[in-house]
């Protein structure tokens, strides 16, 4: 039994990003912009580092019956896509009837990608485009775009749900890693430094975060599509 602690403790530090969406939901609700992408943002990092401890823990054999997998997709929609999705809204960079519509297909197309069984390849890439809108969103406030700009990113991005290109992971593809490593590092430094200078970025920083969107989806454009 005691054996089991660790592994538990594991799934307990992945549900914390439920608690990070409960308080980015708050925050875009009452027009804390920054707070509620900080609190995205640190749901984002939980994501990232939680599967490394699960490995190290053995979660899979210590606690078989419970689906370290599920937990992640669920609290992942939540605040990949729900939230983000509620703060473009709430903003007003989806705008209206149009804007409900486009909110709809942003939850909609990421149900496709969620339950997709073949979404992912062994090079630990994401077919089709991977349903990151706590990104898209961060890119809308931080560049200020107006709303037809907000709509359009909105529907090539659901668009691209459906082609199979394959979108690298920052940190898991091995292909270009040290360079995707580099540019993953300057976006984070550039996402950090904006939410704490408010929103829209400072021209520097949108300069550092159009180059790595730009790089990223390069990445994905000069690969071969998936089959």
Known sequence: MRASWPAALVHVFTALGAVCALFATEAVLTGAWQAAFAWLGIALIIDGIDGTFARVADVTTKLPRFSGERLDLVIDYVTYVFVPALALLQAGYLDGGIG????????????????????????????????????????????????WAAASVVVVCVVLTFVPLRWAHPMRTPALWPLTALATVLWAGAAIFTLWAGFPATPLMQIILFATAAYGIGLALLRPPAR
């Open 100 to 147: 409900l519509l486009l909110a709809s297909l942003i939850l909609l197309s990421s149900l496709f990608h969620f339950s997709d069984t073949e979404s992912k390849t062994e090079d630990h890439c994401f077919v089709g485009f991977p349903a990151v809108w706590n990104i898209v969103a961060f890119y809308v406030f931080a560049f200020q775009m107006p709303p």
